[in-house]
C-alpha cells in the first residue's frame, strides 16, 4: 500500500540531499580551512607530571601562523576536583642546558573543566605564553611545580 508521500516520489529527494552531503561537503570544509590557518606543531602535546591531588597539565608548543613566534599552550584538567584554584610554576630546559621560568597565576577550576588554550581564541590566554626569549622550542622540556 502506497501513502501520499510515496506517490508523490518525496522519496527520490532524499538520494539527492545524501549526495549534496558528500560532493558538497568537502567544499565547504575547504573554504572553511583557507579562511583559517591550522597552527604548526613543533612539540605535539604532551603530558606533564599529574598532582598528587590529580590535576593534569598538557603542553603544546606550536606556532600559531607561519609568521608568528613560537607559543606555549596549556591545557589544564581538574580531574581530582580536591582543588577549585590553582597555579604552577613551569620551569623550562632546551636542549643546550639554557632555563627560563613562567609562573601561570593562580585561576579558578571547577570539578572536571578542562581548559584548553588555543590559537584562535583568548578565552584560557593565561594558559597561553611565548617560548621564553633565547630556548630553543624544539627540544625544550618542561618541568611543573603545583601551587595550590
Known sequence: MRTNFTKNGRYALIPFLISLLF?????????????QTEPEYIQGWTALEEAEFHFDVLY???????ESNPMILLNAFNEGG???????????????GKTAQHIVEKFDIAFADMQIASC????????KFPVPTGLDPSNLAIEITYNK
Not at 597555579?87 to 643546550?96: A, H, I, R, S, V
Open 23 to 35: 560532493f558538497g561537503g568537502p567544499y565547504w570544509a575547504q573554504a572553511q580551512s583557507e579562511t
Open 60 to 66: 603544546a608548543i606550536v606556532k600559531c601562523s607561519p
Open 82 to 96: 580536591n582543588v577549585k584554584s590553582i597555579g604552577f610554576t613551569l620551569n623550562f630546559t632546551d636542549g643546550k
Open 120 to 127: 584562535d581564541s583568548d578565552e584560557y590566554k593565561n594558559l
